[in-house]
């Protein structure tokens, strides 16, 4: 009886962290083997219904580009042609919400794109030391305009991983811009390379605001904004969690208020 109860259990639970393509074998043709054909129809249904979200949301995000590059484009046209102050103030704001609306379409189409399946991820080697200096440089000035000061420490001896270069480059800036995005002037934000037995380990530590518990168990969710004014359309967390799991590795967040956030990726080295 118990066997058969934990299989569901079990099951259950991957359903609930969202892996939708669980399924129940069903070993016999009683109470219990009801109870799997139910929750497979469940996750079936659960399934199509996610994918036609996700279908819907990348059709609007293509739908929506359009309109958007011709706002954009006669922004700016009409911004070089009027000499009238009160005209291009208003016509920078319409070229800059502009800009961010974009922004907004791409993590949707990125989101949409990663939970279905359909964004490939071009597997090479790479560097994860050059690759860290790369986004901390990138980054570096920015923080010396918010007076922060960053630190990297890296162990260079790690050796080349396989993952996908671009995608990996973006979970880290990310996590190094909500560092930035968060951390007021006079903090410090450092960026570790670490082993650990078979893991690349890669953590983000600022001495920013932090995260309430309540908050930090939703920060991953999509579209979940948080309380903080500087949030942004709360897909930025929920993508990297996605490119992470797609490289069979983890993303942990530790946090108290007030006294800073530590972001944590774990990466197979194999």
Do not use: C
């Given at each position: 009886?118990?066997?058969?109860?934990?299989?569901?259990?079990?099951a259950?639970?991957?359903?609930?962290s969202?892996?939708?393509?669980?399924?129940?074998?069903?070993?016999?043709?009683?109470?219990?083997?009801?109870?799997?054909?139910?929750?497979?129809?469940?996750?079936?249904?659960?399934?199509?219904?996610?994918q036609?979200?996700?279908?819907?949301?990348?059709?609007?995000?293509?739908?929506?580009?359009?309109?958007?590059t011709?706002?954009?484009?006669?922004?700016?046209?009409?911004?070089?042609?009027?000499?009238?102050?009160?005209?291009?103030?208003?016509?920078?704001?319409?070229?800059?919400?502009?800009?961010r609306?974009?922004?907004?379409?791409?993590?949707?189409?990125?989101?949409?794109?990663?939970?279905?399946?359909?964004?490939?991820?071009?597997?090479?080697?790479?560097?994860?030391?050059?690759?860290?200096?790369?986004?901390?440089?990138?980054?570096?000035?920015?923080?010396?305009?918010?007076?922060?000061?960053?630190m990297?420490?890296?162990?260079?001896?790690?050796?080349?991983?396989?993952?996908?270069?671009?995608?990996?480059?973006?979970?880290?800036?990310?996590?190094?811009?909500?560092?930035?995005?968060?951390?007021?002037?006079?903090?410090?934000?450092?960026?570790?390379?670490?082993?650990?037995?078979?893991?690349?380990?890669?953590?983000?530590?600022?001495?920013?605001?932090?995260?309430?518990?309540?908050?930090?168990?939703?920060?991953?969710?999509?579209?979940?904004?948080?309380?903080?004014?500087?949030?942004?359309?709360?897909?930025?967390?929920?993508?990297?969690?996605?490119?992470?799991?797609a490289?069979?590795?983890?993303?942990?967040?530790?946090?108290?208020?007030?006294?800073?956030?530590?972001?944590?990726?774990?990466?197979?080295?194999?």
């Amino acid at each position: 009886m118990t066997k058969p109860v934990s299989v569901i259990t079990a099951a259950a639970e991957q359903l609930a962290s969202g892996k939708l393509s669980t399924r129940i074998p069903k070993e016999k043709d009683d109470e219990i083997g009801k109870l799997a054909n139910t929750l497979n129809y469940m996750a079936k249904k659960i399934e199509k219904n996610e994918q036609l979200k996700n279908e819907f949301i990348a059709s609007v995000s293509h739908e929506l580009r359009t309109p958007l590059t011709s706002i954009k484009g006669w922004a700016v046209t009409l911004q070089s042609m009027s000499e009238d102050v009160f005209f291009q103030d208003g016509l920078e704001i319409i070229s800059k919400e502009s800009d961010r609306l974009n922004g907004l379409l791409n993590e949707l189409l990125d989101f949409s794109s990663l939970s279905s399946g359909r964004l490939p991820l071009v597997f090479d080697k790479v560097s994860l030391p050059a690759l860290i200096k790369q986004v901390v440089q990138q980054l570096e000035p920015r923080g010396v305009r918010q007076g922060l000061k960053v630190m990297v420490q890296i162990d260079e001896s790690i050796e080349e991983i396989s993952a996908d270069y671009n995608r990996l480059k973006q979970v880290l800036i990310n996590l190094v811009d909500n560092a930035l995005k968060f951390t007021p002037s006079g903090g410090l934000i450092t960026v570790n390379l670490v082993r650990d037995k078979t893991e690349a380990v890669i953590t983000i530590t600022d001495t920013g605001v932090g995260i309430s518990d309540a908050e930090l168990k939703l920060v991953k969710d999509k579209f979940y904004k948080g309380k903080s004014q500087a949030a942004g359309s709360g897909l930025g967390l929920a993508i990297v969690d996605e490119i992470i799991q797609a490289h069979h590795g983890l993303l942990s967040l530790t946090s108290k208020e007030g006294s800073g956030t530590t972001a944590e990726i774990r990466l197979p080295l194999n």
